[in-house]
């Protein structure tokens, strides 16, 4: 799916990630991604839906379709995804960001901070996804983003995606996403830190695949450090097959 950043933005945040050092260590940690996931989402939820679609399908039913409804009586309004986002809040978030990656490359951070100081990062994003009705203030759809971005990354790939094949992933994350209790109770800064960590690493995963192409060592290592990254949030993108229904689990 992109382009998430117009093409002069997406040059930058890829010169950004070219040192050929911490570009693994960028992409994995993403900027205090593991911090913000776990203590939002809880862990594993996504991966044990798409698991439990392989075990109806190897028992020898039809493979359920992946953008098929779960009962509504146990599932939450998808409105709980949304968020009112706050520009101080997002002020707040981008900062730590940038501490948080002072960690392993400081010089990565202030090539961050720059790219920030540059105008709104969030509200460009969003100008980009919103012609393929998506939007920066919904939880499942900044996680689709991310979701197929990281998916691409593990394949050496950032190429655009058709937008039945986003809407489906994204029903696919809303549908998860809505039955982890911690979600549907968070408030509106908890969203929009999740949120923005999503389309933060999402723009940096898209912008080393960008700067790596044409190094098929350094394509290798960005693919897996995102498909690390997936690992921590119960993903094995590796068993995973993107198609216009979805994400469904491959045949290897």
Do not use: C
């Not at 060592?217 to 498909?227: D, E, F, R, Y």
């Amino acid at each position: 799916m992109r382009p998430v950043l117009p093409a002069a933005l997406l040059a930058f945040a890829a010169a950004m990630t070219g040192w050929p050092g911490p570009v693994t260590a960028q992409v994995v940690d993403g900027w205090g991604w593991t911090v913000i996931i776990p203590s939002v989402t809880g862990t594993d939820h996504i991966g044990l839906h798409l698991r439990e679609l392989a075990r109806q399908r190897d028992n020898g039913g039809e493979a359920p379709d992946p953008a098929a409804n779960a009962p509504q009586a146990t599932m939450p309004d998808p409105a709980v995804l949304r968020y009112t986002p706050s520009k101080t809040r997002r002020t707040a978030n981008l900062a730590r960001f940038v501490e948080q990656s002072r960690r392993i490359d400081p010089a990565g951070a202030a090539s961050l901070q720059t790219l920030f100081a540059s105008g709104d990062i969030i509200d460009r994003i969003g100008a980009q996804l919103a012609p393929h009705g998506l939007r920066v203030d919904d939880l499942a759809d900044t996680y689709a983003v991310w979701w197929i971005t990281a998916w691409q990354a593990t394949r050496g790939s950032n190429a655009e995606t058709s937008d039945r094949t986003n809407m489906a992933v994204r029903a696919q994350a809303a549908r998860a996403l809505v039955g982890i209790g911690t979600i549907a109770q968070a408030s509106d800064a908890a969203k929009q830190e999740l949120a923005e960590s999503l389309l933060i690493q999402t723009m940096l995963i898209d912008a080393a695949v960008e700067q790596a192409k044409g190094n098929p060592s350094q394509l290798a290592a960005v693919g897996a450090a995102a498909g690390q990254g997936a690992r921590g949030m119960g993903l094995d993108l590796s068993t995973m097959d993107l198609t216009e229904q979805g994400f469904v689990i491959g045949s290897e």
